[in-house]
């Protein structure tokens, strides 16, 4: 790969376990992690917005079964609410 630098960086087991769940829960690597964080220290910012912005997006891709024609009227959700 042209134009990318290998780095090797030092932490201990529990960083290291703490960055391998995050990392699958963001379906990624702990390299990846890194990159993107560098990336956005680069580029000026922090990348957590960005960050929690692709995860909204994911989590509301990942809702199925709600529609707004589905809602209950007024005095049904107030008659059910009292039982």
């Given amino acids: 790969?042209?134009?990318?630098?290998?780095?090797?960086v030092a932490v201990s087991?529990?960083?290291?376990?703490a960055a391998r769940v995050r990392a699958?829960?963001?379906e990624t690597s702990v390299s990846g992690l890194v990159?993107?964080?560098?990336?956005?220290?680069?580029?000026?910012?922090?990348?957590?917005?960005?960050?929690l912005e692709a995860q909204q997006r994911r989590i509301q891709g990942e809702i199925?079964?709600?529609?707004?024609?589905e809602r209950?009227?007024?005095?049904?959700a107030q008659a059910r609410a009292l039982r």
């Fill in 24 to 26: 699958a829960e963001q």
């Fill in 13 to 17: 087991d529990d960083v290291y376990r």
């Fill in 35 to 51: 990159a993107d964080y560098l990336r956005s220290l680069a580029q000026g910012g922090s990348g957590e917005f960005e960050r």
């Fill in 1 to 8: 790969m042209a134009g990318v630098k290998n780095i090797t």
């Fill in 64 to 69: 199925t079964g709600l529609s707004a024609g």
């Fill in 72 to 76: 209950l009227a007024r005095e049904d």
